[in-house]
């Protein structure tokens, strides 16, 4: 149905390669200084410049010409092959800049349609402004030949988010000299102080794609810590405003979707939702954007997975609203191994799926939370402090009988960061507050109120190549003695564990906890890189209301040491050697794990990556205290694996992709393995996708299966298990235009598995394998087969500069209960496409506009 859609909306140009005159020199531009390596000067538009990819209007004529580029990739510090020049100009409104890349090939450029954002294996001009010269920030703003849009905001002198999207305008033109990006770019999306004058950081890259190489003004030096910090200075911009700026987006949604009937028939519910999100520049430097009753329906669906661990499956946020500016919220942990996997704010936790919908489950429960509004605050000030300030409420959900299975909550993430040093040093604070509207519903569930506050600090020193960074947090839950004994119980404490110092507290109504972190590395500077830490976390440290944590009640301790040879030989491009270790303990001193790995991945000299590795983990007397669910710590066993992948050249119109993994066979005869075969395919400029095969088995004979209390005591039982996965990753894209993009995903799913040999603990910490466990009379383990598939096709259309119209078909199919235990491809994927299919259809259209 969407072909007749895509058709009426093409409108593709077709554009040759045309003559241009030669560019002006440098000597026509009197009284600009003439750029050095480091530095230019912008000239100011009298007349604003025709947007055309041409250099032939009068302030191209002005503006001296930048010509001191230079390669750093695959050389640093090498002679480009080709010559490359840029002129920046400006007036009251727009910054200005013209970028002729020189190719004595036009033919050869290498130009691909895509759906703004997407990276493809095309030519590029990035355009890097530091606005603040706090070299610390930056937006970066990258076309290809073809005029495709890339865009991002970069954080802590590196990070990029690329879920930034600015208004802003490039054209480009291929001619007899190769290709050329003319850009527009309004003041009011960048940020920086007011003042008469100013000065920018700046930064121009090329790269050639058809070469692999990438050149730079100034000079990029990759054996060095940092990308902001390296950028040049572009001075002269004078009289520019810093608008007070206020941009609206409303939109409205119209969605059909599936309903259940009574007497199990579907009938289809249509409804429509209203919005907007806005972006208004509070100060210069602060900007505050805010969304009313948002909708995310465009936003591609989260992976199938079936989780049998004892942790929170992690899913990755894909919302724009939150995921633009994500990295002011950053807080590192500051240690060793993974913390924890401690994130003091995880956005998924806005909107979240109802925490009780299984205790009141209707077939009508929705499966996220209702957010009516967020708003977010940020920005950098004149004196260097970086400022995030979020707030978001999110709806109270209702199940079967009207029960609460969401109460209302609001959510509050505070994060300041005062740069020191040149941005080279600095301290942070990051506040979190969750608070919730509970009622008789919910109040012996959820937790009532939950914070958590720490301070983070990190110091370059020694030519900058060394850091050292710390953290301390504290957190605090709060609410009914129930919820407060769940909470514990959860697998995030296990204070029931009979075996640990820990006890539970049936009267508790709060809970509190530390985590503290502490790290050295090396980070640029010659070919040697380290980092050691350690990370420690007490029982009582939860931090879940607002962010992530795996587990508390651990110490890790982490080291890595590695190689870094990136300059070129006659047997690779580039190499990557690195040594890791780690050592984890619980606070009642009980060794958890010890582990070790090397790896090495790196470029061939035809363009091919490879990377492999080996890895052992419980090395010397360790226990996985998680194990049994809050039983007693069952002894590690020493387990080793491999792995092995390489890609071919991503230049090719046909590339793959083959990495596997292979898990040795231990003393209980558990084994693994997994195979990931993959291919890219590009048809013409406009057509691209891949196709991504994944299959693994797997033979575990210590899984967890339940724990039962009798009048013996409580029976920890563990099963045989043995298990196979496939899944099928296909995406497509087709490009129309620069603005007008088809984009599908679609993956179906499939896992089995058959129990067998059911056992309890008998003696968890025995030496031998044999002695740790024993007969246990029960029901047969149920086995299961889980079949899944979801899909999202999406039509994008920019009708305008920041206006946006989405059709969007989604498509679920699920099917649980047939052939448990039994794995056979054919016959499971038959089935699961012979099962209705749930189809969503959703339109959704925003409309841009500046006050």
């Given at each position: 149905?969407?072909?007749?859609?895509?058709?009426?909306?093409?409108?593709?140009?077709?554009?040759?390669?045309?003559?241009?005159?030669?560019?002006?020199?440098?000597?026509?531009?009197?009284?600009?200084?003439?750029?050095?390596?480091?530095?230019?000067?912008?000239?100011?538009?009298?007349?604003?410049?025709?947007?055309?990819?041409?250099?032939?209007?009068?302030?191209?004529?002005?503006?001296?010409?930048?010509?001191?580029?230079?390669?750093?990739?695959?050389?640093?510090d090498g002679d480009p092959r080709y010559r490359t020049e840029a002129r920046v100009g400006y007036d009251a409104k727009y910054l200005y800049v013209f970028v002729r890349a020189f190719d004595p090939a036009p033919d050869s450029v290498m130009a691909f349609l895509s759906r703004r954002d997407a990276r493809t294996s095309s030519d590029y001009i990035h355009l890097m402004v530091d606005s603040y010269l706090d070299r610390r920030t930056g937006f970066r703003f990258s076309a290809n030949p073809v005029g495709v849009k890339r865009d991002f905001y970069i954080s802590n002198d590196g990070n990029e988010d690329a879920s930034w999207d600015g208004v802003w305008e490039v054209a480009t033109a291929v001619d007899s000299?190769?290709?050329?990006?003319?850009?527009?770019?309004?003041?009011?999306?960048?940020?920086?102080?007011?003042?008469?004058?100013?000065?920018?950081?700046?930064?121009?890259?090329?790269?050639?794609?058809?070469?692999?190489?990438?050149?730079?003004?100034?000079?990029?030096?990759?054996?060095?810590?940092?990308?902001?910090?390296?950028?040049?200075?572009?001075s002269g911009f004078e009289g520019i405003a810093t608008p007070r700026r206020l941009e609206v987006l409303p939109y409205t949604v119209a969605t059909n979707a599936p309903r259940p009937s009574p007497g199990g028939a579907i009938g289809r519910e249509q409804s429509f939702a209203f919005g907007a999100d806005l972006k208004y520049g509070v100060t210069s430097n602060l900007t505050l954007d805010g969304t009313v009753n948002p909708d995310f329906g465009q936003v591609e669906a989260d992976p199938a997975v079936l989780n049998l661990s004892a942790f929170e499956q992690f899913?990755?946020?894909?919302?724009?609203?939150?995921?633009?500016?994500?990295?002011?919220?950053?807080?590192?942990?500051?240690?060793?191994?993974?913390?924890?996997?401690?994130?003091?704010?995880?956005?998924?936790?806005?909107?979240?799926?109802?925490?009780?919908?299984?205790?009141?489950?209707?077939?009508?429960?929705?499966?996220?939370?209702?957010?009516?509004g967020a708003a977010k605050l940020t920005g950098r000030t004149a004196g260097g402090l970086n400022v995030g300030f979020l707030n978001a409420l999110s709806d109270r959900e209702t199940g079967a009988g009207g029960r609460t299975i969401e109460p209302r909550t609001n959510t509050l993430v505070t994060r300041l960061q005062q740069d020191l040093r040149g941005g080279n040093s600095g301290v942070g604070m990051m506040l979190t507050a969750t608070n919730r509207a509970l009622d008789d519903d919910s109040r012996a569930y959820l937790r009532q109120d939950a914070y958590a506050f720490?301070?983070?600090?990190?110091?370059?020193?020694?030519?900058?190549?060394?850091?050292?960074?710390?953290?301390?947090?504290?957190?605090?839950?709060?609410?009914?003695?129930?919820s407060m004994l769940s909470a514990q119980r959860s697998a995030v404490h296990y204070f029931q564990r009979p075996d640990s110092r820990l006890r539970v507290?049936?009267?508790?109504?709060?809970?509190?906890?530390?985590?503290?972190?502490?790290?050295?590395?090396?980070?640029?500077?010659?070919?040697?890189?380290?980092?050691?830490?350690?990370?420690?976390?007490?029982?009582?440290?939860?931090?879940?209301?607002?962010?992530?944590?795996?587990?508390?009640?651990?110490?890790?301790?982490?080291?890595?040491?590695?190689?870094?040879?990136?300059?070129?030989?006659?047997?690779?491009?580039?190499?990557?050697?690195?040594?890791?270790?780690?050592?984890?303990?619980?606070?009642?001193?009980?060794?958890?794990?010890?582990?070790?790995?090397?790896?090495?991945?790196?470029?061939?000299?035809?363009?091919?990556?490879?990377?492999?590795?080996?890895?052992?983990?419980?090395?010397?007397?360790?226990?996985?205290?998680?194990?049994?669910?809050?039983?007693?710590?069952?002894?590690?066993?020493l387990r080793r694996n491999g792995w092995l992948g390489f890609q071919t050249d991503q230049r090719s119109p046909l590339s793959a992709t083959l990495q596997g993994y292979y898990v040795l066979t231990d003393v209980s005869g558990s084994t693994e393995w997994g195979i990931d075969p993959s291919l890219n395919f590009r048809v013409a400029s406009r057509l691209q996708g891949s196709v991504g095969l994944h299959l693994s088995a797997g033979t575990y004979d210590a899984q967890w299966y339940g724990n039962t209390t009798d009048a013996a005591g409580t029976h920890y039982t563990f099963a045989r298990l043995?298990?196979?996965?496939?899944?099928?990753?296909?995406?497509?894209?087709?490009?129309?235009?620069?603005?007008?993009s088809l984009q599908v995903y679609a993956q179906p799913f499939i896992t089995a598995g058959d129990y067998s040999d059911l056992r309890e603990l008998a003696d968890p910490r025995a030496a031998r394998y044999q002695d740790r466990f024993q007969p246990f009379a029960g029901p047969d383990p149920s086995d299961f087969n889980v079949k899944q598939f979801r899909s999202n096709t999406v039509l994008r259309w920019e009708y305008r500069p920041g206006s946006v119209l989405f059709f969007v078909w989604q498509q679920g199919r699920g099917q649980y209960g047939r052939d448990?235990?039994?794995?056979?491809?054919?016959?499971?994927?038959?089935?699961?496409?012979?099962?209705?299919?749930?189809?969503?259809?959703?339109?959704?259209?925003?409309?841009?506009?500046?006050?």
């Open positions: 149905m969407l072909i007749p859609l895509v058709l009426a909306f093409q409108a593709a140009v077709a554009q040759g390669p045309r003559p241009t005159p030669e560019p002006f020199p440098a000597d026509r531009a009197p009284g600009i200084p003439l750029p050095t390596a480091t530095s230019a000067t912008a000239a100011r538009a009298s007349v604003a410049p025709v947007l055309d990819g041409r250099d032939d209007d009068a302030l191209w004529a002005l503006a001296p010409a930048i010509t001191q580029f230079r390669q750093h990739d695959p050389v640093e000299l190769g290709w050329t990006a003319e850009y527009r770019i309004p003041f009011g999306q960048l940020r920086f102080p007011a003042g008469e004058t100013h000065t920018f950081g700046f930064a121009i890259w090329r790269e050639i794609a058809r070469h692999n190489e990438r050149i730079s003004w100034p000079l990029f030096r990759r054996s060095k810590t940092g990308l902001v910090s390296q950028w040049g200075e572009v899913f990755e946020e894909r919302r724009p609203f939150f995921l633009e500016g994500a990295g002011i919220f950053s807080f590192a942990g500051g240690g060793g191994g993974n913390g924890g996997g401690t994130s003091l704010f995880y956005s998924r936790r806005i909107g979240r799926a109802p925490q009780l919908g299984g205790l009141y489950y209707d077939q009508d429960n929705p499966s996220n939370s209702t957010i009516l720490g301070i983070d600090a990190r110091h370059r020193f020694w030519g900058n190549n060394f850091q050292l960074t710390g953290s301390a947090v504290a957190s605090r839950i709060s609410g009914s003695a129930t507290d049936s009267s508790a109504t709060s809970m509190t906890g530390t985590r503290f972190g502490v790290g050295i590395g090396k980070t640029g500077g010659g070919v040697t890189r380290f980092h050691s830490g350690v990370t420690t976390a007490s029982a009582g440290f939860d931090v879940n209301d607002a962010g992530f944590l795996t587990r508390a009640d651990v110490t890790n301790n982490g080291n890595w040491f590695g190689l870094q040879l990136q300059e070129p030989t006659k047997f690779y491009r580039r190499m990557f050697i690195n040594l890791n270790q780690w050592n984890d303990w619980n606070t009642d001193g009980l060794h958890l794990n010890s582990g070790a790995n090397v790896n090495i991945n790196g470029e061939l000299p035809n363009q091919w990556w490879f990377w492999t590795g080996f890895n052992v983990n419980g090395i010397g007397e360790s226990f996985d205290d998680r194990a049994s669910r809050g039983g007693p710590a069952l002894r590690r066993n043995d298990q196979r996965t496939t899944s099928l990753t296909t995406r497509v894209d087709y490009t129309m235009t620069p603005t007008l448990p235990g039994s794995f056979d491809i054919g016959r499971d994927y038959r089935n699961l496409f012979n099962v209705r299919s749930d189809n969503t259809f959703l339109i959704k259209g925003s409309y841009w506009f500046s006050l």
